[in-house]
């Protein structure tokens, strides 16, 4: 693998032993030695968990480290994206860590930097957060491993979700049983690539396995989506009532950031069946498994 893109181009094979080597990683804590590569990480939006996690992943695995400040870059002077990334290439950065408003931006950021790195979406407007999806894959699994038995329900701002893209291709690769995605109509895609849509919190969270809770966008909102953020709350906040609707011991999830009390309640972050920030520790382990599979891709 050259770039690591989208859900798409992953094999379930390669799935699979993606999350079996972040589960290595997760376990065993020996990690192999890279110090010869570098990893610059570009962050064109902002980012807590997964700018973080990168680094540190990178840094488990004793690689070097840029953290470019793009407010500071010769990017401020007029550079061009696809410029700043062929300099980095020149001085042997070997992995390029990108963050992006616009759909398809690092796809496009691939094809002209060919085979020169390595490029990793962390997130492309609202298309794709392909590690997102096998970080949240893993900590299901560390759960609940039987796939096909499980309903997972996704709950909030679907339309302008690019987690919610990625995790309905990912479940779809990997036959999660039944799959519902939960939101106010005007936050419903127009098309589902897998599952099925409903604007009933009852009905989609019954008897689920698995609830995942997305943060209300604002950013992403414009004004035809205007959405009455205490109407929204009122039909669709996951509360200790709500959740009720699914099973007792179903897994709480949420990719971050948290906007608690408006998409959910604190009682349902912090109670005991959240597995919010086993999600975010396993990040690190499988952003570690996604950096080593594309060094040892036959290019490097
Ligand atoms: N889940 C996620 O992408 O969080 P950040 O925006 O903090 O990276």
């Keep these: ?12 094979p390669s799935i699979e032993s993606l999350i079996q080597r972040a589960h290595y990683f997760k376990h065993k804590q020996q990690y192999p ?16 968990r997964t700018r973080v996690s990168f680094e540190w992943a990178a840094k488990q695995l004793a ?3 840029i953290n470019l400040p793009l407010a500071s870059s010769s990017e401020s002077k007029g550079e061009s994206i696809e410029d700043t990334l062929l300099n980095l290439a020149a001085m042997n950065i070997h992995l390029m860590v990108i963050r992006h408003s616009q759909n398809h931006q690092v796809e496009t950021l691939a094809k002209r930097v060919g085979n020169r790195c390595h490029l990793i979406n962390a997130g ?10 096998l970080l949240d894959l893993m900590t299901i699994q560390e759960v609940k491993p039987h796939f096909a038995d499980l309903k997972v329900a996704i709950l909030g701002d679907i339309k302008h979700s690019r987690v919610a893209n990625s995790l309905q291709a990912i479940f779809a ?12 109509k005007r936050w419903l895609p127009e098309k589902v690539s897998f599952g099925h849509s409903t604007e009933s919190l009852e009905e989609g969270l019954h008897n689920a396995d698995v609830i995942i809770c997305l943060r209300v966008q604002k950013e992403r909102l414009n004004d035809l989506d205007h959405v009455d953020l205490c109407g929204y709350r009122k039909q669709y906040a996951l509360t200790s009532i709500s ?3 699914a099973r007792a011991n179903a897994m709480i999830m949420h990719p971050g950031p948290v906007n608690r009390g408006i998409e959910i309640d604190d009682e349902v972050v912090d109670g005991e ?8 520790s396993n990040g690190v382990y499988m952003r570690m498994a996604i950096i080593e599979s594309l060094l040892l891709s036959p290019k490097y």
């Excluded at 693998?1 to 379930?12: A, E, R, V, Y």
């Excluded at 069946?273 to 975010?280: A, K």
Aim: hydrophobic letters at 40%; glycine letters at 4%.
């Design 63 to 65: 690689l070097n480290v």
């Design 124 to 133: 492309d407007g609202t298309h794709a957060h392909p590690s997102q999806a």
């Design 33 to 48: 030695n890279y110090s010869s590569y570098c990893l610059a990480n570009l962050f064109y939006e902002n980012s807590t």
């Design 173 to 184: 690769k990997v036959g999660i049983k039944q799959l519902h995605l939960i939101a106010p």
């Design 1 to 12: 693998m050259q770039h690591f893109l989208s859900i798409d181009q992953l094999s379930l």
């Design 243 to 245: 959740r009720l609707y």
């Design 273 to 280: 069946h959240s597995y919010i920030l086993q999600q975010v």
